[in-house]
């Protein structure tokens, strides 16, 4: 059994974020799961952990459109965090825009994103990003 990871869902999608909070509880019990409403409160958060010496998450669920800070702005002003820990973190792109034929738009990505996924998110899927 692999220890309990960290995980950060970033979407402002209620309904979405409570889903996958149940399901992780449900299937994939002994992680520790936070969520935020957009990436600035997601932002925040992490680099007062940071600060505090606090962990960061292991895996982060990262929707792309939010009000206030999307998930590539996210991404941009998390890499300056993410560069001064040797912490891996897991960065997964959640949404319902993402389709195989999009390469183009994730080439810049790719570095800073471990992977893309559609939703809905199938119960297997996040067994294996948590294993």
């Not at 995980?7 to 992680?31: A, R, V």
């Amino acid at each position: 059994m692999s220890s309990p990871k960290n995980i950060c869902i970033i979407d402002d999608d209620k309904i979405y974020t409570f889903g996958i909070k149940k399901i992780i509880k449900k299937y994939i019990p002994h992680n520790n799961v936070s969520s935020f409403e957009n990436g600035k409160q997601a932002l925040d958060s992490i680099q007062k952990n940071y600060e505090d010496n606090q962990e960061l998450p292991d895996l982060i669920l990262l929707d792309i459109d939010m009000p206030e800070m999307n998930g590539w702005e996210f991404l941009n002003e998390f890499e300056p965090v993410r560069a001064k820990t040797e912490k891996k973190v897991d960065v997964f792109v959640i949404s319902s825009r993402i389709k195989d034929e999009d390469k183009l738009f994730r080439v810049e990505w790719d570095e800073k994103v471990s992977d893309f996924i559609q939703k809905p998110v199938e119960i297997e899927t996040l067994k294996n990003l948590l294993s």
